[in-house]
């Protein structure tokens, strides 16, 4: 079964201190994963993919196949990084995304 | 369109009556997802289609639910006899490429009472 878990409903820095949200995946073969983010009274954007290794907005996130861990790490948060964040998986071959819950993140001036 | 437009934005239904909600997925896209929001969740899947295709409805939670996307285009999420557990955000995402994510649109928040 494909399964993402992210362990924090609510989380809270200050402005400049780093950012580390958690995603914990189960499946069996070799996943892609995406973490999506929304502002408020937006809509649900992509933020970034694994696949392409890229840095948006200042924040990264590596896949680590032992741990089965995608998490996303921003060095220095800045008040615009105030959203919801979910982390993604999407299996081999799939076309269908699975969701964790959800976190949010605020971010404290 | 520049986007995913979905219709209406807001919905209040009572218990028992029908609805049918509207997704219009970027001009070109061939997939077209539904997903549908509790309240403090995450997005979970309901179906897809690949063109007019509906090539996967294991999501549906019951035969109350139904999908149709009868050109290939415009998607229609449609809910029969509504209950209180449908409240929910209805959202609909569309994609071209499947190297890309979804794009998504701002969802239908469905109010049953």
């Known amino acids: 079964a494909q399964r993402v878990t992210q362990p924090e409903k609510l989380l809270s820095v200050f402005k400049g201190a780093p950012v580390e949200l958690k995603c914990n995946y189960s499946?069996?073969?070799?996943?892609?994963l995406f973490w999506y983010v929304q502002y408020s009274r937006q809509r649900l954007q992509l933020l970034l993919r694994?696949?392409s290794r890229e840095s948006i907005k200042g924040f990264t996130a590596d896949l680590n196949k032992g741990e089965t861990s995608f998490h996303l790490k921003k060095p220095f948060a800045q008040e615009e990084d105030s959203a919801m964040y979910y982390c993604?998986?999407?299996?081999?071959?799939?076309?269908?995304?699975?969701f964790g819950q959800g976190t949010r993140l605020t971010i404290n001036p | 369109g520049a986007g995913v437009s979905q219709s209406p934005r807001y919905k209040v239904a009572k218990r028992g009556q029908d609805v049918a909600l509207r997704c219009d997925p970027i001009s070109g896209h061939v997939s077209l997802f539904w997903y549908q929001q509790a309240l403090g969740q995450g997005p979970e899947f309901l179906t897809y289609f690949q063109n007019e295709a509906q090539l996967d409805k294991s999501g549906l939670p019951s035969d109350r639910f139904f999908a149709e996307r009868p050109e290939g285009s415009v998607s229609t999420l449609k809910i029969q006899r509504t209950q209180q557990e449908d409240s929910a955000v209805y959202l609909c995402?569309?994609?071209?490429?499947?190297?890309?994510?979804?794009?998504f649109g701002s969802g239908t928040r469905l109010t049953v009472v």
């Open positions: 995402a569309s994609s071209g490429d499947r190297v890309y994510g979804y794009t």
């Open positions: 499946y069996s073969g070799s996943p892609e």
């Open positions: 694994h696949i």
């Open positions: 993604a998986l999407r299996g081999q071959g799939a076309q269908k995304l699975v």
